[in-house]
């Protein structure tokens, strides 16, 4: 397992910088289920992905944890903040975890966790869990990838939540409000409920998990329910749709990788900023760029 766990590390590591998968995936084994943890620094997202690896590991299942950590302004990696609050008795299990930099994308997501999933996917894990970096509203590109998105909220949270709408608390498929034992649990909890009552879309209506992660309170239910979304999802064809949807990402980084590595690029962004191209011929030059590598 050791072995295999490096050689999965170095092949999103190469991904990471830039390269192509070394390897093709195999679409037979492509059937993992992904579910995204999504919700605002400080709410505990890493101690519930921890606690629900643990749990689902037990289970049987070989179990995936992709962090997507603030990227280091030095080296450009991530941070790895989110392996230290994770539980650390995964001992005798089959769990893989590993930090990615978000490297600053809007939705704090990084580019590469499409074809992260696919590599995981690949050797057979079939839960993955998608820890997003927590920048707040914008953060709704989880969707694109996760069939199961959760949003983790806290007590007190409740007046920011209102003022939510719009964003990313319509994306959740199912509502956790963690720190249950803290004041004003209830209030938080009531007012998620009632966002959670007006969010119903295509059949399924959200469900609110009350948690303790730092007890373990509350993570069976919450893994119930990830189990219903995906009965529901598997039923109505939203399981394969987002399956396609992550297989076009993938593709996406796969083609900017190659065009990056045979195009050139970094001439023809200099001749721009020294005025010799214009953007629209410099444009054009890499469309016939691209033609001479079709025919080649």
Same mark, same amino acid.
């Given at each position: 397992?050791?072995?295999?766990?490096?050689?999965?590390?170095?092949?999103?590591?190469?991904?990471?910088?830039?390269?192509?998968?070394?390897?093709?995936?195999?679409?037979?084994?492509?059937?993992?289920?992904?579910?995204?943890?999504?919700?605002?620094?400080?709410?505990?997202?890493?101690?519930?992905?921890?606690?629900?690896?643990?749990?689902?590991?037990?289970?049987?299942?070989?179990?995936?944890?992709?962090?997507?950590?603030?990227?280091?302004?030095?080296?450009?990696?991530?941070?790895?903040?989110?392996?230290?609050?994770?539980?650390?008795?995964?001992?005798?299990?089959?769990?893989?975890?590993?930090? !990615?930099? #978000?490297? *600053?994308?809007?939705?704090?997501?990084?580019? /590469?966790? %499409?074809?992260?999933?696919?590599?995981? @996917?690949?050797?057979?894990?079939?839960?993955?869990?998608?820890?997003?970096?927590?920048?707040?509203?914008?953060?709704?590109?989880?969707?694109?990838?996760?069939?199961?998105?959760?949003?983790?909220?806290?007590?007190?949270?409740?007046?920011?939540?209102?003022?939510?709408?719009?964003?990313?608390?319509?994306?959740?498929?199912?509502?956790?409000?963690?720190?249950?034992?803290?004041?004003?649990?209830?209030?938080?909890?009531?007012?998620?409920?009632?966002?959670?009552?007006?969010?119903?879309?295509?059949?399924?209506?959200?469900?609110?998990?009350?948690?303790?992660? !730092?007890? #373990?309170? *509350?993570?069976?239910?919450?893994?119930?329910? /990830?189990? %219903?979304?995906?009965?529901?999802?598997? @039923?109505?064809?939203?399981?394969?749709?987002?399956?396609?949807?992550?297989?076009?990402?993938?593709?996406?980084?796969?083609?900017?990788?190659?065009?990056?590595?045979?195009?050139?690029?970094?001439?023809?962004?200099?001749?721009?900023?020294?005025?010799?191209?214009?953007?629209?011929?410099?444009?054009?030059?890499?469309?016939?760029?691209?033609?001479?590598?079709?025919?080649?």
């Amino acid at each position: 397992m050791i072995n295999s766990n490096l050689a999965i590390a170095r092949r999103i590591s190469a991904l990471e910088r830039g390269e192509l998968l070394s390897t093709e995936v195999n679409n037979t084994h492509n059937a993992s289920y992904v579910v995204g943890i999504s919700g605002p620094p400080g709410v505990g997202k890493s101690v519930l992905v921890g606690e629900l690896a643990l749990l689902v590991a037990r289970t049987g299942h070989r179990v995936a944890v992709l962090a997507v950590d603030p990227s280091s302004p030095i080296t450009g990696g991530a941070v790895l903040a989110d392996r230290v609050r994770m539980p650390l008795d995964f001992e005798g299990l089959d769990v893989f975890i590993r930090s !990615l930099a #978000s490297r *600053g994308a809007l939705g704090g997501l990084s580019q /590469i966790v %499409a074809s992260a999933v696919h590599i995981l @996917s690949d050797e057979g894990y079939s839960i993955i869990f998608i820890e997003t970096v927590g920048v707040g509203q914008n953060e709704t590109e989880i969707m694109d990838i996760a069939n199961t998105v959760i949003l983790v909220q806290t007590p007190g949270a409740g007046d920011e939540a209102q003022g939510l709408k719009a964003g990313i608390l319509e994306i959740a498929d199912i509502f956790v409000v963690n720190k249950m034992d803290h004041p004003n649990a209830e209030f938080t909890l009531c007012t998620i409920r009632d966002i959670a009552n007006n969010s119903a879309r295509e059949g399924w209506q959200p469900t609110v998990i009350p948690t303790v992660a !730092l007890k #373990s309170e *509350g993570i069976e239910k919450l893994w119930e329910s /990830i189990q %219903a979304h995906k009965k529901w999802s598997d @039923s109505v064809g939203a399981t394969k749709r987002q399956r396609a949807r992550r297989i076009e990402m993938q593709l996406m980084w796969s083609l900017w990788c190659t065009l990056r590595t045979r195009l050139p690029l970094t001439e023809i962004a200099l001749n721009v900023a020294d005025g010799s191209l214009s953007f629209n011929q410099a444009i054009k030059r890499l469309e016939n760029s691209i033609v001479e590598m079709e025919r080649m």
